[in-house]
């Protein structure tokens, strides 16, 4: 089934510093999508992407999807204590339809 | 986005008992998924459950353990059965909306003790 490498596992930053997390896959994607989950909660959709080069920006989060569709990365400018949580990136799974099947996730702390 | 009621939010069960974890959605959808999630880890899907068929597992996850139902198009219950330390986690459903990603339900956190 489909997988996606997800790094850094963690990732500690001073706020107003930037932050990006990458996912990779072995094989080209038809989509992929972004959620954030904040400590002690469940995973809230923040994108999909699509189309092969896209970027898509929500206020200070940027998201790309590579050219070759093989790889996604989600930037963060200038973070604050708000931005804290658990960061996954999800493909569909051809073994199982629609469903999705998620990164390892990379957690980002920030101190203020 | 879709709402989804999930519960119970939390539960402390004994070894050798089951649970029945119960998902209402606001509206209908054709698929429902479940997943668990180990503190600290990613989420892993457990099956997919459509109306009216059998919920189809994922590798790792047999129906004997992991019941599920599926009245209606808004409804579905995991049941984790003869429980075992190492069922311990968080179990949430979900639902799909064409372009509106995925939508969980809070979530319900299991320990068996």
């Known amino acids: 089934g489909q997988q996606v490498m997800q790094i850094p596992q963690y990732q500690h930053v001073q706020e107003g510093e930037d932050f990006t997390t990458y996912c990779n896959s072995s094989?080209?994607?038809?989509?992929i999508q972004w959620y954030k989950q904040r400590p002690g909660g469940h995973p809230v959709f923040l994108i999909q992407?699509?189309?092969?080069?896209e970027v898509k920006k929500q206020k200070r989060l940027t998201f790309q999807f590579g050219e070759a569709k093989k790889n996604s990365s989600l930037h963060i400018t200038a973070t604050q204590t708000t931005d804290v949580g658990t960061y996954f990136c999800?493909?569909?799974?051809?073994?199982?339809?629609?469903?999705?099947?998620f990164g390892k996730g990379t957690t980002l702390s920030v101190s203020s | 986005s879709a709402v989804i009621s999930q519960k119970p939010s939390r539960d402390i069960c004994q070894r050798g008992t089951s649970l029945t974890i119960q998902c209402q959605v606001d509206s209908q959808v054709t698929m429902m998924f479940w997943y668990r999630q180990q503190p600290g880890q990613s989420l892993t899907l457990i099956a997919t459950a459509n109306q009216g068929s059998e919920a189809t597992y994922e590798s790792g996850f047999v129906i004997d353990k992991f019941p599920i139902s599926r009245p209606n198009l808004t409804f579905s219950t995991l049941t984790v059965s003869n429980m075992s330390p190492e069922d311990s986690s968080i179990y949430l459903c979900?639902?799909?909306?064409?372009?509106?990603?995925?939508?969980f339900g809070s979530g319900t956190r299991l320990t068996v003790v």
């Open positions: 094989t080209t994607l038809s989509n």
């Open positions: 992407l699509v189309k092969s080069g």
């Open positions: 999800a493909v569909h799974s051809n073994q199982a339809g629609t469903a999705l099947i």
């Open positions: 979900s639902v799909a909306r064409a372009g509106q990603g995925y939508t």
